[in-house]
């Protein structure tokens, strides 16, 4: 009788479940809703939508010229001029969008990492991926755009300067430098008391290492020497080992700038 009943209380207890926690969840779920938020600011689109559309009027008044003057510039120069104007005019807009990343969200932070259970750590990387993510991700597509439509404009008797390899390695040089600006971006976002202070320290960072590199001798990568260089790399006219090297240097710059960025905001009070 009595092991009857223990065998019917053991049937009628009800089954164990077992809740397996995903510990990449919540990174998951910041680096998600990031990337929803920045696609949808006020920033990225006006970015985006200013380089459409100034892109768009360069290349008309470039082929309005080409055919009413006469005035016959290459494919691989045309892009290059592109190229260099969409840089210097994305550069502002990266600054706030990689700055913004964390220090815009001050007052938030204390909530999302003491009460979501997600630790600093994950916070952080979240963030820098989803920025990364949407600044080069954005440019790549439309500087693969201008390619496109450089090559189909500017053709000379049905020929093009415009080398495939070499376009594919411009467009992935300057998706190295954002990265690195992006990188360091939100780093000193992380570590400003304010988005305005990490803007600003940024800007004088920036200003600073490029007049830097402008006064440095070959073969120091001066921005204005590696701008006016692109129409070549656009032609196929580029040293793969110099490509690696700046992919190598850019991915370091970007793990150093993750490093300092992570051990400074787990330190920071949020």
């Known amino acids: 009788m009595a092991k009857d009943k223990g065998r019917a209380k053991m049937e009628a ?72 104007l969409m840089i210097l005019g994305s550069l502002a807009l990266v600054v706030v969008l990689s ?48 390619v496109v439509a450089s090559y189909f404009l500017f053709k000379d008797d049905s020929q093009s300067d415009l080398s495939l390899g070499g376009s594919l390695a411009a467009v992935l040089a300057v998706c190295a430098v954002f990265a690195v600006i992006v990188s360091w971006g939100v780093t000193i976002g992380a570590l400003a008391n304010s988005a305005m202070l990490g803007i600003t320290v940024f800007w004088l960072v920036l200003y600073g290492a490029g007049f830097l590199l402008t006064l440095m001798p070959e073969p120091w990568p001066s921005p204005e020497r590696q701008l006016a260089r692109l129409k070549f790399v656009l032609q196929g006219q580029y040293d793969p080992a110099m490509l690696t090297q700046l992919l190598t240097v850019s991915f370091v710059l970007c793990a150093v700038a993750a490093a300092v960025g992570l051990v400074g905001f787990s330190r920071r009070d949020v």
């Not at 010229?65 to 892009?79: C, N």
């Not at 916070?123 to 991700?137: C, I, Q, S």
């Open 13 to 84: 207890s009800p089954p164990v479940v077992v809740v397996r926690f995903n510990k990449f969840l919540p990174y998951w779920a910041v680096f998600q809703t990031d990337l929803r938020q920045t696609a949808r600011s006020w920033v990225f689109r006006l970015w985006v939508l200013a380089t459409v559309l100034a892109a768009a009027g360069l290349l008309l008044y470039r082929v309005g010229l080409h055919k009413e003057a006469g005035m016959f510039q290459s494919a691989a120069a045309q892009t290059g001029d592109l190229f260099r």
């Open 99 to 146: 700055v913004s990343a964390v220090s815009s969200e001050r007052g938030t932070v204390a909530d999302s990492v003491l009460s979501r259970g997600i630790s600093r750590y994950q916070y952080f990387l979240a963030k820098w991926h989803a920025r990364l993510v949407v600044v080069t991700g954005a440019f790549a597509t439309l500087a693969l755009g201008v």
